[in-house]
């Protein structure tokens, strides 16, 4: 008498039909959501080596972010009061 074979349903097999998926596969289901969540981010190769990690990386990009800060200043706007003095 053969045992009947019980297989529990959170168990991966080793080889899948595509009848054990009813509603089809579908090529690249996720791909605009993960490239919407995405943070990563590739560098060139030339980028690359001047950074030894991911560290140096974060230093240099902020550092920059620090320096640009503080070197933009907000533009000054003209009331026209100046334009007026100069035409009379």
């Known amino acids: ?3 009947n074979k019980i ?5 991966l097999r080793p080889v899948y039909k595509r009848s054990d998926f009813p509603g089809g596969l579908v090529r ?3 791909t605009k959501q993960l ?7 590739v560098l ?12 140096a990386v974060n230093n240099a990009l ?15 706007r003209s009331t026209g009061s100046s334009k007026k003095r100069a035409s009379r």
């Open 44 to 55: 060139r190769p030339e980028v690359a080596k001047a950074f030894p990690n991911e560290e």
């Open 28 to 30: 690249g289901k996720y």
């Open 35 to 41: 490239n919407e969540s995405s943070n990563v981010i």
């Open 1 to 3: 008498m053969k045992k």
């Open 7 to 11: 297989t529990d349903k959170d168990e």
């Open 62 to 76: 902020l550092s920059l972010i620090n320096i640009a800060q503080r070197t933009t200043r907000p533009i000054r």
